[in-house]
């Protein structure tokens, strides 16, 4: 015998062939495949849920005309002002209200009429035992004329961003109060 067909006959020299996968290894690839894909696309919006939010450029808030500035005065004033909202689909207005004055330096600035303690609304000069002087009707807290605390409430009366703009006051988001603290 030649040494040709010894060795082709040799159990062990088997030719070189492609390695084949078992119905088992299929079944573990394609099921794991198939969780895989379902389970990013259950995990996917839950991301993008927690992630949007920060993706999103904060603009500068929108300035809306409320009152001719001719017509502020040193003392307190009541202005009404409508605000539209879109949250989702529903659009909406919501009126909203400032105390709008002009300190002893001439310069124009809104008070929020919310009480910092519970969040009632408070009063110019509605108190007569406490006369000039914001109240709050509910607790009996008392504000300053630039909004400053006396009684009851933990911090200050919010402001409004106010810009003058063509004679008229524009008003923009609430800010903590910064006239308070000029106050002596």
């Known amino acids: 015998m030649s040494s040709h067909e010894?060795?082709?006959n040799h159990p062990n020299n088997k030719p070189p062939g492609r390695k084949e996968m078992s119905r088992r290894q299929f079944l573990t690839y394609t099921l794991g495949g198939a969780s895989a894909f379902m389970g990013v696309g259950a995990v996917l919006p839950m991301i993008r849920f927690a992630v949007d939010p920060i993706l999103h450029k904060k603009g500068e808030g929108e300035f809306i005309k409320v009152a001719e500035e001719s017509k502020i005065t040193g003392e307190p004033q009541e202005f009404h002002f409508e605000l539209k909202q879109q949250d989702g689909w529903y659009a909406s207005t919501a009126t909203l209200t400032a105390w709008i004055r002009k300190n002893e330096r001439?310069?124009?600035?809104?008070?929020?009429?919310i009480c910092k303690h519970l969040g009632c609304t408070v009063g110019w000069n509605n108190n007569k035992a406490t006369p000039d002087e914001f109240h709050c009707p509910?607790?009996?807290a008392r504000y300053t004329k630039a909004g400053k605390n006396?009684?009851?409430?933990p911090k200050p009366l919010d402001q409004y961003k106010t810009k003058i703009e063509n004679?008229?006051?524009?008003?923009?988001d609430i800010?903590?109060?910064t006239?308070?603290?000029?106050e002596a």
């Open 6 to 8: 010894e060795h082709q």
């Open 150 to 153: 006396l009684a009851v409430a």
């Open 106 to 113: 001439g310069e124009i600035y809104a008070l929020s009429p």
């Open 175 to 177: 800010v903590s109060n």
């Open 179 to 182: 006239e308070a603290a000029k």
């Open 138 to 140: 509910c607790h009996g």
């Open 167 to 172: 004679g008229w006051v524009y008003l923009g």
